[in-house]
């Protein structure tokens, strides 16, 4: 503990206060700090081709997402590294919009596994922005603000389908299941280094914190492989065919209460 004498009106008092070594990492050589900066920086590229997909698919929500969250995160971890603010913004600042994207990021790649028509989205997408804004402004550090949404946004995957008494169209074909199941793999690995990279005092130099980079880099690189109808008519099919007009329907198909027939755009 550390005790501070200050004064108050005339009066001295003695102020004090815990100090946790584990909040902060332990003293980093120049050498250290430009390693744990290409590590960090540096695996962030694995983003680019999943976006580049995206924007091959017209995904532009997605896609700006994407972009945001690796900028986001080299400035942030760049910040960090260096111990000094950039763009006029400390680490602690750059670390609240990298947990914003981060979990956007998150909450896109459920949203695209929903299949919801473009209207639900709309609505979801801009919902879980408002909650996730506000969690990282209350509490970035808390990883209870880190995960609600995350599980909120599953929660709703898992009751759309149980409501509708159906799996998802990407889980009845084999190849489309290879290939979810391959991206749930690499999303695993990905988890575990996160997890592992928590500690900051044993990952100082963010090894494990740029595999978790790397590997949820593939993993979403794989997932968006899966053809959903109304994102585009097939992520297979040739690109004079991926533009379609989007129908307008009403939220209340998200649980599959919309009479008529379901179509290629229904939620």
């Known amino acids: ?28 050589t120049e050498t250290e700090r430009l390693q744990q900066l290409l590590v960090v920086a540096g695996t962030n590229a694995i983003s680019i081709p999943c976006i580049w997909k995206l924007m091959k698919f017209g995904c532009y929500f997605e896609m700006w997402i994407g972009i ?8 942030y971890h760049s910040a960090e590294a260096m111990r000094q ?25 459920i949203l695209w596994l929903m299949d919801n028509n473009p209207r ?20 970035p550090w808390d990883l209870t603000y880190t995960i609600t949404p995350i599980i909120l946004v599953c929660l709703l ?12 169209d990407y889980l009845k ?4 299941r290879k290939t979810f199941l391959k991206a749930t793999f690499f999303l695993s690995i990905a988890i575990y280094f996160f997890v592992k990279g928590l500690d900051d005092r ?15 880099g593939i993993s979403f690189f794989v997932f968006f492989d899966l053809p959903v109808s109304s994102k585009l ?27 008529g027939k379901r179509d290629s755009l229904s939620i």
């Not at 945001?68 to 400035?75: A, D, E, I, L, P």
């Not at 989205?121 to 509490?139: H, P, S």
Request: glycine fraction near 6%; charged fraction near 20%.
């Open 1 to 28: 503990k550390l005790q501070f004498l200050y004064f108050i009106g005339g009066r001295a008092c003695v102020c004090a206060c815990e100090f946790i070594p584990e909040m902060y990492y332990p003293p980093l």
């Open 68 to 75: 945001s969250t690796g900028f986001v995160s080299v400035m």
């Open 85 to 109: 603010p950039l763009l006029g913004m400390n680490d602690g600042q750059w670390h609240r919009l990298d947990n914003v994207f981060a979990i956007m990021s998150f909450v896109s790649l």
């Open 120 to 139: 639900t989205d709309e609505f979801l997408r801009w919902m879980f922005m408002a909650i996730v804004t506000w969690g990282q402004e209350k509490g």
């Open 157 to 168: 995957l898992i009751l759309k389908y149980v409501f509708q008494r159906r799996l998802p």
């Open 173 to 176: 074909n084999a190849t489309d």
């Open 202 to 216: 044993r990952d100082y130099l963010r090894i494990h914190h740029g595999l978790w980079h790397f590997f949820a």
């Open 233 to 259: 008519t097939s992520i297979r099919a040739p690109a004079e065919h991926q533009k379609q007009e989007y129908a307008s329907q009403d939220l209340k198909s998200f649980f599959g209460c919309a009479t």
